[in-house]
């Protein structure tokens, strides 16, 4: 019943389709027939399907709206990655949040900010009253030009797309790029709504292990050869939630082997400012030929002014524009884009990245130590950002002590949450920001105490 019910939610069962025999079901799912009989009777008693006198069971005539958590229906909630990112967003102020994947406000450049908005106050009445052009604020892509041109990435501000977010840049991407049923590479463990989101794309995800130094180049090898990808989603500097970073030797294997088979390649940079200094990166060695580079300042900025960026190359740039003005008719807020033209071009960001980064240095080794207390202990040290990828003792299951800790108020990310293959049972992420209150630790400390 789940099946049938899953298949009419994801729509793989249209509207009017007749259902499969009674007989050929119960052969498929090695169930006895009366079992089927009674899940076929039971969801005509629901109205999902009506059965036509010897002619079989139909799917009824209204469309089902799409449920994405149908499209996954045996994801316990605890590790369902559209559960934890609703838990991150809207439970309440007093709630401690090691679990959420951003800073909180006493992070980012906050005078800068209301700088940037009482100067905008006297901007040009378009910016504050209209549309604005379909590739966003050209300011703003041509300040991003010049930046990418000084890390050896040449490209023209006609290349460069703003959108109002780096999701809607990997949304806007896969429309251009995916047809449902597609397959789709991603890494393993990887951010957990890159696999949410292509859920709604109905496109297949296979997982590539990760390594300290990027995807693990046999694995990666394998599934290009054998799975087809259309597409290879990855953050190369800073990975979300490893922390791993991509050496100039798997880029170059990986790049070859993508050439080879035709795979194009999302290199998502959102966490590339917490860098010390860049590492390798896809979309330079490439010149954007098959890597398409997107970015956003949700991390380094502000999450709140919902502003990211899509670099391409030339010839997709008018498809992208297309879907971007059917789909939401413009990229970000212009308001928003022109404030984070002013607070990039002020120096403001600039000082920022440098303060922030120096800070996040010293708490990830700091909450590292308090974690090894308990017997957390990170898979790597990043090299900057805000998160540890730590495994927990004694095989403990990161799903169950995140549903004890959020009785007490305290949001976790379990590791099975970014793993494709469910792989990463005893893992947990850490925002070393969020993790900052004993209350946290306490609260840690006890759950872990707890039997499995
Ligand atoms: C790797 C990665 N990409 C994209 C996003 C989404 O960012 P945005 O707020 O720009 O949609 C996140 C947020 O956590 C992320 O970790």
Redesign the pocket.
Known sequence: MTTIRAKIAQRALAPGERLPSIRKLSATLEVSPSTVVEAYDRLAAEGVIRPRPGSGFYVTGSSTPFALIAAEPNLDRAIDPLWVSRQSLDIGAGAFKPGC??LSAEWMPLDAIRRAMRSLSRCDSAVLADYGPTHGYPPLRQLLARQFAAEGLAVGADQILLTS????A?DLLCRFLLQPGDTVLLDDPC?F?FQALLRAHRVKVVGVPMSATGPDLDRFVEAVKTRKPRMYIT?SAIH?PTGATLSPQVAHQILVAAAEHGVTIVE?D??ADFEPDPSARLALLDGLSRVIRIG?F??TLS?GL?C?YIVARRDWIEGLLDLLVATSFGGPNPVAAALVATVLQDGSYRKHLGDVRRRLARRRTDVAGQLAGLGIVPWLMPRGGFNLWCKLPGHRDGGAIAMAALRDNVVLAPGNVFSVSQSSPDFMRVNVTQMTDPHCFKVLARVLAEPN
């Open positions: 994947g951003w977010s780096g999701t809607q990997i951010y709504n953050n979300n998502d959102i966490y956003s949700s991390k999450a919902r990211g």
